[in-house]
């Protein structure tokens, strides 16, 4: 397609002008909106993704996927409150919507605030996809900043397995590692 010529190119000006267009021409085509926003996140101008998202919110108040959309574009943003409120919106929407329990969970994570809320939204996630190592690692994080660390482990793992050249989910899997560690050298001096 045209987008993904230009993706390639690199000429982000083009892009974001073939993008808005293909929004007018099809503004009830998700996956346009969806590209545009991710196109406005990558090159970090949350505020344009965060009006285009509000907009589409208004047209269609009853899209679940939007409202996670728009409260992911505030977490990256750093807006704790309206990341969120947008979340919470997307969930009373619909419950099951895994992309929003999970990036409400690590939400709290990146913030060490409501751990334990964040440990049951990273559960409710791996059930729905359980075999998505995003939603995983969330959830050995979440484990790991309660001090679960064993849980922690195996959940990691579990991650790796889906995804074994991903070196981040490794780096996890050392960071807890050295956190038990720690705290089994303080319990055994």
């Known amino acids: 397609s045209l ?26 085509n998700s996956s346009i909106v969806f590209e545009l926003t991710s196109f ?4 970090g101008e949350y505020d344009k993704a965060i009006d285009i998202l509000k907009e589409i919110t208004i ?26 409120e947008n979340f919470k919106k997307s969930l009373q929407l ?7 329990l999970n990036n409400l969970a ?3 994570c990146e913030n060490n605030v409501k751990i334990k809320d964040a440990i049951e939204l990273a559960l409710k996630a791996c059930e729905i996809d ?13 484990y790991f900043l309660n001090g ?23 780096q996890q899997l050392e960071k807890i590692n050295k956190a038990k560690k720690k705290l089994e050298n303080k319990s055994n001096p």
């Open 106 to 108: 690590w939400l709290y």
């Open 148 to 170: 679960e660390y064993e849980k922690a482990i195996e959940v990691i793992n579990k991650a790796i397995k889906i995804n074994p050249n991903y070196t981040y989910l490794q």
């Open 94 to 100: 619909n419950p099951e919507n895994a992309s929003a």
């Open 59 to 84: 047209k269609y108040p009853d899209d679940s996927s939007y409202f996670a959309e728009l409260g992911y574009v505030y977490s990256l943003k750093q807006d704790f409150k309206n990341a969120e």
């Open 40 to 43: 406005y996140n990558r090159v």
């Open 3 to 28: 987008i993904d010529l230009y993706k390639k190119s690199n000429n982000n000006s083009k892009l974001e002008n073939i993008l808005r267009e293909s929004i007018k021409k099809f503004p009830n």
């Open 130 to 142: 359980q075999f998505n190592d995003s939603y995983l690692d969330t959830l050995a994080e979440a």
